[in-house]
């Protein structure tokens, strides 16, 4: 089976902070999926990556994809407040996704 | 568009009992997934179906699951008899075409077996 994981799985940043968190993957993959998960909410998807090398944007959150390393990078430029919610990546292998255990943002101003 | 609809959003129900959990994908999309998240296992992919065809059930728990797409509007998952440890907010989400493109998830289903 697959292994996915992140880390941190919590974090603290302040206002205006840059960080990144990470996720690795345990055996070969080129889809990879971030989401974000408000307390109590659904997912939303914020990224599909799906080739090596694969970078993209939105706003202050930027995800890349290194799949000969088998690690997706999320990185959050200058963090605000409503940035704060569970960031998920999720890896296809076969006909199965497989999640992350999360990592968890609280931005505290 | 509304987006994926689940219904019932909450469900308590005892021991034993059948438990029906309901989906409508958002129209178009050939895909729909079924998930389970608990706070021990996090997020599983349980089933999903390519033009209401089941093609992977593999992450179904045991016998006592079941899910149908009779059509391309709507999806049910059964759990019968319903235990304790099938505790869990289950979502269902749909996508245009398969793995290239992000998932949409409903709001999910909190089920609580007593």
């Known amino acids: 089976e697959l292994k996915v994981e992140q880390n941190p799985l919590f974090l603290s940043m302040q206002e205006g902070k840059n960080y990144t968190i990470y996720c690795n993957y345990s055996t070969t993959s080129d889809r990879l999926y971030w989401y974000r998960q408000d307390p109590g909410k659904s997912l939303e998807s914020l990224f599909v990556l799906l080739s090596n090398g694969a970078v993209k944007q939105e706003g202050r959150l930027m995800a890349s994809l290194d799949t000969k390393a088998r690690l997706s990078t999320l990185h959050i430029t200058a963090a605000v407040h409503d940035l704060s919610a569970t960031y998920f990546c999720?890896?296809?292998?076969?006909?199965?996704?497989?999640f992350g255990t999360g990592t968890s943002l609280t931005v505290i101003p | 568009d509304a987006g994926v609809i689940q219904s019932p959003r909450h469900e308590v129900t005892e021991m034993g009992q059948e438990v029906t959990l309901r989906c409508k994908p958002i129209?178009?999309?050939?895909?729909l997934f079924w998930y389970r998240q608990t706070m021990m296992r996090g997020l599983e992919l349980l089933i999903y179906?390519?033009?209401?065809?089941?093609?992977?059930d593999s992450g179904m728990p045991e016998d006592r699951f079941s899910a149908k797409m009779p059509n391309a509007s709507f999806s049910t998952l059964k759990i019968q008899p319903s235990e304790p440890r099938d505790s869990a907010v289950y979502f269902c989400?749909?996508?245009?075409?398969?793995?290239?493109?992000?998932?949409?998830f409903g709001p999910g289903t909190r089920l609580t077996v007593t």
């Open positions: 129209s178009g999309h050939d895909y």
């Open positions: 999720a890896v296809n292998s076969g006909n199965q996704f497989y």
């Open positions: 179906f390519n033009n209401n065809v089941p093609i992977d």
């Open positions: 989400a749909s996508s245009p075409q398969g793995f290239s493109y992000e998932q949409y």
